[in-house]
């Protein structure tokens, strides 16, 4: 049988990883939730509000950007970037945004300090429509029916019942006690009873709601505990953990045929975290909720992913590792064929995180907000370009997974080692027409 010849681009040593880099990157990346034991990274630095026309895009920076952070950034700002930078505030300006040309300028990235990347995401996630006249009334729309949500969802149990006893007119002279907190035993309706075992008491389904709510709490903390927006003891910190945990408990009671899946609060972290610091206080407060709905967005084009009932059909997890499995055999058998029938590599050993995480935790922060600039860019829909991400992830260091074996080849990949983030997104686009 005749191997399938690889392009030869693919066989540049440009896309060979530099193991030097490597034990770094394996101790940063220990586990899947790991604190890690290097040094912390440095947080990607807050977006600045977009420039004024007579202003250099390098201009004004905000303070609170550490300076080790403003020279990196400003180091890395090439002419290209700044040439993008213009294109994208141009045709976010104009009245009615061309999306077809909004997706190709934010697919090669969106750069960080033109304070824009909160508003094209929430375009390219369908949130904002091209209409900016139209924006104002959506954005007011969604944050009232979030804010229903909350009070819907959110709400104690025994508020409910003390609201259905008052409507029902049961409150009488014995319930003044109810001042103090305290719900009159004889008051309480027996199917909403604390004790009632009714499928359809509300007690009953806020003690199932207990076990979920508590895993989301240990796993909210667990979020990014490098970063000081996330993790600590400071306010910022706890009032943002406060927000993730909402709309995860949100989302779950909303969607129980997928509830709450262990790994979604790092799927939801980038979307916050740039919301949360867009340069417009006013928009800025209203974080939480926008953060929701394109949540909601972003998982309906991974949502087989994360349902349990579908691990095993056509579209479940598993279906997706195998496609990502047929992608590298279609455009590099010899890596394929090492990997799956040499060294007995199965792609669910390291993929499985990849996919259903959408690969934040095989990179740094800014990284993945790069990545995402892409994955919400193609009008493919993310699943497609994430698995030639995936795909473009082993042809990078395929020269070390063909001298590997079985050990060496999933430590590899399991400890995904640090890349030029343009280059594996150069790859992966040359993935799309290379058969």
């Given at each position: 049988m005749v191997k399938k010849r690889v392009p030869e681009w693919l066989n540049n040593s440009l896309w060979s990883s530099n193991p030097s880099i490597d034990d770094e990157r394996l101790l940063r990346y220990a586990s899947k939730l790991s604190i890690p034991t290097s040094e912390p990274a440095t947080e990607p630095p807050i977006p600045e509000r977009p420039p004024k026309p007579q202003q250099e895009?390098?201009?004004?920076?905000?303070?609170?950007?550490?300076?080790?952070?403003?020279d990196d950034e400003q180091s890395t700002i090439s002419h290209e970037d700044i040439s993008r930078q213009s294109q994208l505030l141009a045709e976010l300006s104009r009245k009615v945004i061309n999306l077809r040309e909004?997706?190709?300028?934010?697919?090669?990235?969106?750069?960080?300090?033109?304070?824009?990347r909160h508003t094209v995401w929430k375009i390219l996630l369908g949130y904002l429509p091209c209409d900016?006249?139209?924006?104002?009334?959506?954005?007011?729309?969604?944050?009232?029916?979030?804010?229903?949500?909350?009070?819907?969802?959110?709400?104690?149990?025994?508020?409910?019942?003390?609201?259905?006893?008052?409507s029902a007119g049961l409150e009488n002279d014995e319930s003044k006690c109810e001042r103090r907190g305290l719900?009159?035993?004889s008051e309480i309706p027996h199917g909403e009873h604390p004790l009632s075992l009714g499928t359809t008491s509300i007690w009953n389904q806020f003690f199932q709601d207990t076990e979920i709510i508590e895993q989301i709490d240990r796993d909210v903390k667990r979020t990014h505990p490098d970063m000081h927006f996330f993790s600590g003891?400071?306010?910022?910190?706890?009032?943002?953990?406060?927000?993730?945990?909402?709309?995860?408990?949100?989302?779950?009671?909303?969607?129980?045929?997928?509830?709450?899946?262990?790994?979604?609060?790092?799927?939801?972290?980038?979307?916050?975290?740039?919301?949360?610091?867009?340069?417009?206080?006013?928009?800025?407060?209203?974080?939480?909720?926008?953060t929701f709905f394109c949540f909601v967005e972003l998982?309906?084009?991974?949502?087989?992913?994360?349902?349990?009932?579908?691990?095993?059909?056509?579209?479940g997890i598993r279906s997706t590792i195998t496609r990502l499995s047929k992608l590298l055999k279609e455009h590099d058998e010899e890596l394929w064929r090492h990997l799956e029938v040499?060294?007995?590599?199965?792609?669910?050993?390291?993929?499985?995180?990849?996919?259903?995480?959408?690969?934040?935790?095989?990179?740094?922060?800014?990284?993945?907000?790069h990545i995402w600039d892409t994955l919400l860019s193609d009008p493919e829909g993310p699943q497609e370009t994430l698995l030639r991400i995936c795909c473009a992830m082993l042809i990078l260091v395929r020269?070390?997974?063909?001298?590997?074996?079985?050990?060496?080849?999933?430590?590899?990949?399991?400890?995904?080692?640090?890349?030029?983030?343009?280059?594996?997104?150069?790859?992966?686009d040359k993935l799309r027409a290379v058969v």
């Open positions: 895009p390098e201009e004004a920076p905000k303070p609170e950007i550490k300076d080790s952070e403003r909004l997706r190709r300028l934010a697919s090669h990235g969106i750069p960080a300090g033109a304070g824009i900016r006249s139209l924006w104002a009334t959506e954005l007011t729309k969604k944050r009232s029916q979030y804010k229903r949500f909350k009070e819907e969802l959110l709400v104690n149990p025994s508020e409910i019942t003390r609201k259905l006893d008052k719900l009159p035993r003891d400071s306010s910022i910190a706890r009032s943002n953990q406060d927000a993730l945990k909402n709309i995860l408990i949100v989302f779950a009671k909303l969607n129980p045929g997928i509830r709450y899946v262990q790994g979604m609060n790092e799927v939801l972290a980038p979307l916050f975290y740039v919301f949360r610091n867009d340069p417009d206080e006013e928009i800025a407060a209203s974080a939480e909720a926008d998982l309906s084009g991974f949502r087989d992913n994360f349902c349990q009932q579908l691990d095993n059909s056509i579209v040499t060294t007995k590599v199965n792609p669910q050993f390291y993929a499985f995180r990849w996919i259903t995480l959408l690969l934040t935790q095989e990179f740094n922060f800014t990284e993945i907000l020269r070390r997974l063909l001298a590997g074996d079985f050990t060496s080849n999933l430590k590899l990949l399991q400890h995904y080692p640090s890349t030029n983030i343009s280059h594996l997104l150069y790859v992966a």
